[in-house]
């Protein structure tokens, strides 16, 4: 049996895992695009602000693929998929067979385009490489740095950029950041933090033109302003790699269409991660998260059944997480109350940056806010879908399982 994946990132390795796991024999080859060992692409902000080291971002072992008798295949990248002869084309010609294909090639940052600039002008965050080049040229001395967008990749960025001692400017086209995970009452503890600390904000406007002069550049706002700058980022999200993929395997929204089996629409070819359109378990609607927790577990159902199991996906649920200069913030599920019906209840305590909120919606726990006090986050995210009173929530974010045990007693 010969098992390809395409892609090397959570999705990919954690299929591989599983793969291996109940067929020893089994022939296991990964493609991707980039010539690294399998990293963690969430902590990329994390290597650029120094925190983590490079060997710190690899997720697994340097002999992993030798002693999984693993195939990699990196600097590859995939043009097209013949299904019914179980072909995968790769640029420059060469195919590869399978007999049961994954499809875990990710999502890419997204570049917009600006009046007078390059594509080199403009700079990312979605790769190991993309943190490299970003830090090479603040290490040369540019670091005016002005990051276009006020969401989590942005604000991540911004954050490692100022706690590096660069100079940063926020550009945000609403009057909001971070206005798709958290309130305003939680993006505002968040933005004041970051003022706190140095990061200037520009609120609605966006660029309009990049000028180039001899020492530096200046970027020209919609709303008139000009601001000089050495590097332009931009952090407008991300968009799933399906560019290569044949008519046969449907499309849902922007990503792969799969059954709760990571299934797609053609045989024997899977879909997971961030490729991979499935549901929201608290909803039952179409879901698509680029979440690393998510990615890993669509992985390794898909590849247990891949390799004959028959385990299946039991939905998503959106969680998100920021740290910088000592605050933490996360938010979990349906933080925005977007389910019909929903109503909330929170904690605030401005003086010590402290704000806690939980939504529910038919006496269920469906979605929080944390900043500031974090602990615990992960048994409430654990409770979410189940009946929970705001008193309950409280009482698990202070006490942790003891809560749970007392909750479970009554």
């Known amino acids: 049996m010969k098992y390809l994946i395409i892609g090397n990132s959570a999705a990919g390795v954690f299929a591989a895992d599983a793969i291996r796991e109940r067929d020893k024999e089994g022939e296991i080859e990964i493609l991707s695009t980039e010539k690294e060992k399998a990293y963690s692409r969430c902590l990329t902000t994390y290597y650029l602000s120094g925190q983590i080291s490079e060997n710190g971002m690899y997720i697994r ?12 295949k990196g600097g590859v990248r995939v043009t097209g998929i ?3 002869e179980k072909l995968v084309q790769l640029k420059g010609g060469e195919v590869v067979n399978y007999d049961k294909l994954l499809i875990a090639s990710g999502a890419s940052a997204t570049r917009g385009s600006i009046e007078g600039a390059r594509e080199s002008d403009i700079y990312l965050m979605r790769t190991m490489e993309h943190a490299k080049n970003l830090m090479a040229q603040v290490k040369k001395g540019k670091n005016r740095v002005v990051v276009l967008g006020g969401g989590l990749v942005s604000l991540k960025t911004a954050g490692a950029l100022g706690e590096n001692g660069v100079d940063v400017t926020i550009v945000v086209t609403s009057q909001n950041i971070l206005s798709q995970q958290f309130d305003k009452i939680g993006a505002d503890l968040i933005m004041e933090r970051l003022k706190d600390n140095g990061v200037k904000f520009i609120l609605g406007a966006s660029a309009k033109k990049l000028h180039h002069h001899l020492t530096h550049k200046t970027l020209e706002l919609t709303n008139g ?16 790699n399906t560019e290569f993929l044949p008519q046969e395997i449907e499309l849902a929204g922007n990503g792969i ?6 299934r797609t629409t053609v045989k024997d070819v899977y879909a997971a991660g961030d490729v991979a359109t499935s549901f929201d378990k608290l909803t039952g609607k179409p879901s698509l998260y680029a979440i690393w927790p998510i990615a890993t577990e669509q992985g390794e159902i898909a590849g247990a059944n891949m390799a004959g199991d028959n385990l299946e996906f039991l939905g998503s649920v959106s969680m998100n997480s920021l740290h910088f200069f000592g605050l933490n913030a996360i938010c ?6 977007k389910i019909p019906g929903s109503v909330e209840e929170h904690y605030l305590c401005g003086e010590r940056n402290i704000y806690q909120k939980c ?9 929080f806010i944390l900043v500031g006090k974090v602990a615990n986050a992960g048994i409430l995210m654990g409770r979410l879908g189940e009946k929970c009173s705001f008193e309950q929530c409280m009482d698990i974010l202070e006490n942790g399982f003891a809560a749970l045990k007392v909750a479970e007693n009554n």
Do not use: H
């Open 61 to 72: 072992p340097d002999d992993y693929y030798e002693k999984n008798r693993i195939k990699f």
């Open 82 to 84: 013949s299904v019914a």
């Open 225 to 240: 302003e000009e601001i000089q700058c050495d590097v332009v980022f931009m952090g407008k999200g991300v968009v799933p």
């Open 257 to 262: 269409k799969v059954d709760k089996y990571m």
């Open 332 to 337: 979990g599920g349906d933080s925005r109350e």
């Open 359 to 367: 939504v529910f919606a038919d006496g269920r726990l469906t979605g």
